[in-house]
């Protein structure tokens, strides 16, 4: 039985009043004496009500009822249907399912029936070829596998068919979920590459088909987010400005639609603000900016928004390819720090506590590597968080004399805030033009970086 997991946490209207439906079930050797019924939102699955069962039966009433995927559940049973917006009835036995499924009152249901009794019986079909496929060989396994192709194509067959047939239903917005848009080949084009970049354009401007991101009916479907993220993970060029390019596109779309834009603020927001991949702050900050502090999202607390507030004015300063913010410090003369001060190719900005546990460690690493270091051309700054100098020149006295050690004795510098030291070690590689090129990464993925940018990679 397929693991469910029934959450409330989204607030549907459902309790708004105007029109009604009611739709009654029929599931012959129905075990249970309750009856779950949820539905799907965006990537879960939502709890709408709980139904005493009597003689197999169970009815619910809907106020304002959204279309979309929603589902009969229990321990033992589970079970898919359509909400059309309407009264209507089904009936079924345990055993049955969709085979046997009666339906009332619902076109909907007879197309969602339909698709799944076809498909079904070619999935059926193509497990039987795959079992088989695991003990044949030579000539058996090529006609398996040529039989294999053929049922893909006939349960593309079901599913145009079905929408062709039936355009304007909810069913056949449901089926075109699954494709992918058909690529001409541009076999007139003789240039391979210009080839390849018009078909990518050409895939990318037509993977969402038009109307598909308004239709707020999709949000109910269990196919609509893995076709978003397939969006924003496979087909968007994976950097912050290809990805900010396209989240403003995508909420261009959804402006007007209230839920769907909350679902997906919230949503790709929690994507890219817990990305391990660096730069992706970048990412995080322009949604920050451009969509929660604008006013759009105004269902946000007074005090988360002055949380998102202040994540800005931690991490915009520090974003990859930003000139390095000045660090108002000294020097062991207690001379004024200045970044021109740093003639190497390459700056490693080391941001330590000399009683941070983890800061010892990365300043053990440090001192394994100063001859690759040295190799690649390498200055380390290495900045102290305390303000007690003399714990400040006790830990430079037992370290590396060549780093250009630094501390700010009057607590007064920024830059625990544009270097976002919120916890230590905090570590940035700078160009020669004191640009950031990278950040929170082991030592050894600092060097590796100035080693393939040395080579042209």
Request: hydrophobic share 35%; net charge neutral; aromatic share 12%.
């Amino acid at each position: 039985m397929r693991k469910i997991v029934l959450m409330i946490l989204w607030i549907a209207p459902y309790l708004s009043q105007g029109q009604s439906a009611e739709i009654n079930f029929r599931i012959k050797d129905f075990k249970d004496s309750i009856a779950y019924i949820g539905y799907h939102f965006g990537h879960q699955k939502y709890l709408m009500d709980t139904l005493p069962v009597s003689e197999d039966r169970f009815s619910m009433k809907v106020n304002q009822p959204r279309q979309g995927i929603y589902f009969i559940y229990t321990p033992s049973y589970y079970f898919e249907f359509v909400m059309d917006g309407k009264s209507f009835g089904l009936e079924t036995s345990v055993s049955g399912g969709y085979d046997q499924l009666k339906v009332s009152g619902s076109k909907e249901n007879e197309l969602f029936r339909s698709f799944q009794v076809e498909i079904g019986g070619l999935q059926k079909k193509q497990r039987s070829f795959v079992e088989r496929l695991k003990e044949a060989t030579g000539e058996d396994s090529v006609r398996i596998m040529k039989d294999i192709r053929e049922l893909n194509v006939q349960m593309e067959d079901v599913r145009k068919k079905l929408i062709s047939e039936n355009d304007q239903s909810f069913v056949a917005a449901f089926l075109r979920l699954m494709r992918d848009p058909d690529v001409p080949s541009l076999d007139s084009i003789s240039d391979e590459s210009q080839r390849k970049k018009q078909r990518y354009t050409f895939y990318k401007s037509h993977f969402f088909e038009e109307g598909q991101l308004q239709d707020r009916r999709l949000l109910r479907t269990p196919l609509l987010y893995p076709k978003v993220t397939k969006y924003f993970d496979e087909v968007v060029i994976q950097q912050p400005d290809s990805l900010i390019r396209e989240l403003d596109w995508f909420f261009g779309q959804i402006k007007h639609d209230e839920e769907s834009f909350r679902y997906w603020l919230v949503t790709l927001f929690k994507k890219y603000a817990e990305s391990k991949v660096m730069g992706m702050d970048a990412v995080m900050v322009h949604m920050i900016e451009n969509f929660y502090l604008t006013g759009r999202a105004s269902w946000i607390s007074e005090e988360y928004e002055k949380t998102l507030r202040e994540e800005v004015a931690y991490v915009k300063p520090n974003l990859i390819g930003k000139q390095a913010p000045p660090i108002n410090a000294v020097d062991t003369l207690m001379q004024a720090f200045s970044f021109s001060d740093i003639q190497t190719g390459y700056t490693l900005l080391f941001i330590y506590d000399p009683d941070c546990g983890h800061c010892k460690k990365s300043v053990k690493k440090l001192e394994e590597v100063d001859g690759r270091m040295a190799e690649l051309d390498i200055t380390v700054v290495a900045l102290c968080t305390t303000t007690d100098v003399s714990r400040w020149k006790k830990f430079v006295a037992s370290h590396n004399p060549m780093w250009v050690h630094l501390i700010d004795p009057t607590g007064k510098s920024y830059f625990r805030v544009s270097y976002d030291v919120r916890s230590t070690p905090r570590i940035y590689l700078l160009d020669a033009d004191k640009r950031i090129l990278a950040k929170r990464l082991e030592i050894d993925q600092f060097l590796d970086v100035v080693e393939r940018m040395k080579e042209g990679l």
